[in-house]
C-alpha cells in the first residue's frame, strides 16, 4: 500500500507566539528613522553600560579576573547555585525579622530568570497574577508564555503612583494565585512608604495571596526616600523576593539574580513551592559560574569600598535625576515627575499644548525623527501620554538630548 505524500509542517508555537516583550520589540525592531544629520542619543533601555560613564568598580573585575586564572569555577555550578553564594546572598538580603539561610535563596540567570522562577512555580495555565499598570511589560511577557492570565491593577498617577488598593481587591477571583509588587518603581521610579507597603501586604493577608516583590532596585533610592523589603514588615504573608547584581553594580549583562523564599508558616514549604523553585532551577542548569565565585566579596556588607562606591553611585543617579526635571520642567507641554530612586524618570505630555501631536506614540517619533533623541512612550508601560527616560547617560549628553527637547517643544507648540 502506497504511503500517503507527507508535506512539511512546521510552525512556531503558541508560546513563542505570546512572547512578546514590547521594550525589545521597539529597540530592536522598531522602524523608526533618526535624524541623519544629528548623532543619536537614546535614552530609552535601562542599561546603565550604554555610554561608557557607568561602569563597575576595578575591585569587582579584579576578583572576577583572579578567579578566572584559578579555573576552579569552570563547570557547572549547582542549578540552585554554589552553596558559598547561595549564603552570600541570604546574608544580603536578610533583614533582622526575615532571617535566610542558603536554603532560602535560589540563584537565577539575572532578575528576569528570577521572575520567570517565581510566577512559573506559583501559577498554572489559566490561573491569573494581578501586576501594576503603569509597570515593567516582561511580567505579562513571561505570563503568557505559561498561558497564565494576567489583570493589571491601577497605579494612581496622581497620587505618586500608589496602589489603587479597592482596584486591586476587585480583581481577585479564584483564579488568583499571587500579587506582584514591584518596589522601587520601573518605569515610575517610585519608592513606596513604609505605611504603603503594609497597605499592600493587609491585602494579600486578608485574600491569603503570596507576594512576588520585585526589588531589583533595592540599593537606588534618593535623599531621605527610604526602601522597605516586604518581607521585613509581615510574619503572615508569604513572599518571594527578586534581587540580583545587575543595577546595584552596573552589570546586567553579568546575568545574576536570585529568589530568596521567605516562608512564613511553612507556607510555601506545606505547597511544595521550594521543591517547586528547584525543579525549576533544573531546566536551565543554574547562573554564572564565575559571577558566582565573587559574591562573598561583592555583597560583604562590610567591605566599606564597596559601599562607598555603590554610595558615589546612587549620589551621581540622583544629580542626573534632578538634571532632568530641572531642564525638562522649561520645556513647553511637560511636566516631569519626581524620581525617588531607580534610574528612571516619566515625563508626562500636554498633547494639547502642540499643533501636531496627538499622543506619545507621535511624539516619541517625531522626535525620533527631527531631534535623534530615542525616548520610550509611556503606551509600552499602559501610561499614556507620558515618556520614560533613562537618565544613566553623561551629564553633558543628557544636557544635549534635553536642549534638543526643549527646541523640539518649542517648534510643535500651539500658535
Known amino acids: 500500500m502506497e504511503t500517503p505524500q507527507r508535506k512539511w509542517n512546521v510552525e512556531s508555537s503558541s508560546s513563542s507566539k505570546n512572547a512578546v516583550n514590547p521594550i525589545r520589540r521597539i529597540v530592536d525592531k522598531g522602524g523608526f528613522k ?16 550604554v555610554f561608557g560613564n557607568l561602569n563597575i568598580l576595578d575591585y569587582a573585575n579584579d576578583l572576577l579576573i583572579e578567579n578566572i586564572k584559578s579555573c576552579k569555577f569552570n563547570g557547572y555550578p549547582p542549578s540552585t547555585g554554589y552553596e558559598f553564594a547561595r549564603e552570600a546572598v541570604a546574608k544580603y538580603v536578610e533583614t533582622p525579622t526575615s532571617k535566610l539561610t542558603s536554603k532560602d535563596i535560589i540563584i537565577a540567570s539575572g532578575a528576569s530568570g528570577a521572575i520567570e522562577l517565581a510566577i512559573g512555580v506559583l501559577l498554572n495555565e489559566g490561573d491569573n497574577i494581578l501586576v501594576p499598570k503603569p509597570g515593567f511589560p516582561l511580567y505579562e511577557c513571561t505570563s503568557k508564555t505559561k498561558f497564565i492570565n494576567v489583570k493589571h491593577y491601577n497605579l494612581l498617577e496622581k497620587q505618586d503612583f500608589k496602589v489603587d488598593l479597592e482596584h486591586l481587591k476587585s480583581l481577585i477571583d479564584d483564579r488568583t494565585k499571587a500579587i506582584l509588587v514591584n518596589n522601587p518603581s520601573n518605569p515610575c521610579g517610585i519608592v513606596y512608604s513604609k505605611q ?17 516583590a520585585d526589588e531589583i532596585y533595592c540599593d537606588l533610592t534618593f535623599g531621605e526616600h527610604k526602601f522597605y523589603p516586604m518581607a521585613s514588615l509581615t510574619d503572615k504573608v508569604p513572599i518571594l523576593s527578586i ?8 552589570v546586567p549583562g553579568w546575568r545574576l539574580g536570585w529568589v530568596a523564599i521567605h516562608d512564613r508558616d511553612n507556607i510555601f514549604l506545606n505547597g511544595r513551592v521550594i521543591e517547586g523553585l528547584v525543579s525549576l532551577s533544573q531546566v536551565v542548569l543554574g547562573s554564572n559560574s564565575l559571577i558566582q565565585s565573587i559574591l562573598p566579596k561583592l555583597l560583604d556588607s562590610q567591605n566599606t569600598q564597596v559601599i562607598e562606591w555603590c554610595s558615589k553611585i546612587t549620589k551621581t543617579l540622583e544629580s542626573h535625576s534632578k538634571l532632568t526635571v530641572d531642564m525638562l520642567s522649561k520645556a513647553h507641554g511637560l511636566k516631569p ?14 498633547c494639547s499644548k502642540y499643533e501636531d501631536i496627538a499622543d506619545d506614540n507621535e511624539f516619541v517619533g517625531k522626535l525620533l525623527e527631527e531631534q535623534s533623541v530615542f525616548l520610550l512612550q509611556g503606551t509600552v508601560f499602559s501610561l499614556p501620554n507620558f515618556f520614560r527616560i533613562v537618565f544613566c547617560a553623561p551629564i553633558e549628553k543628557l544636557t544635549e538630548a534635553y536642549e534638543r527637547m526643549i527646541e523640539f517643544c518649542e517648534a510643535h507648540k500651539k500658535k
Open 196 to 212: 504603603h507597603l503594609l497597605d499592600i501586604i493587609e491585602v494579600a493577608r486578608e485574600y491569603c495571596l503570596p507576594i512576588i
Open 337 to 350: 515627575v519626581h524620581s525617588s530612586g531607580t534610574m528612571y524618570q516619566m515625563i508626562e505630555i500636554d
Open 243 to 250: 534581587g540580583g547584581i545587575a543595577k546595584r553594580f552596573l
Open 34 to 49: 533618526p535624524n541623519p544629520n544629528k548623532s543619536t542619543i537614546s535614552l530609552s533601555i535601562g542599561d546603565p553600560c
